[in-house]
Structure formats: C-alpha cells, structure tokens
C-alpha cells in the first residue's frame, strides 16, 4: 500500500512540475498590466487636489518642532 502511495505521489508531483511558470505571452501580459497600473497610479499621484495635500503633509513635516 505505501509503495503505490508512494508511486502516484511521485507521478503526481512530476506532472505538477511539468507546467511550473509562465510562457512569454504571460510574462507580455503581466508587464503589460503592471505599466497600465503604473501608468494610473502616476496619473493618481500629479493631479492637482493629490499633489496639493502631499504638499500640505511634506510642509507640515519639515514645520515640525522636535
């Protein structure tokens, strides 16, 4: 009994191994979805009611006594 456990254990494990990672279309799309988040994060970050309270909290940090 242990030994044919042990043997689809293996098989299992073997055909697991076999499709580990992604192809080149994959790693296109990933990019592809991580500059089109960037991209929003940054159009996020300049506009102008964002850019003004990061202002407002960089001013308040460098007013602050210690």
Known sequence: MRKKARTMWVL?????????GMVTSEY???I???VG????LYEVVTSG????ELQTIV???LSARM
């Open 12 to 20: 299992l494990h073997e055909r697991c191994r076999r499709d580990a």
């Open 28 to 30: 296109a799309m990933g």
């Open 32 to 34: 592809i979805a991580a």
């Open 37 to 40: 988040f960037a991209l929003l």
């Open 49 to 52: 009611q964002v850019k003004a």
């Open 59 to 61: 001013k308040r940090a």
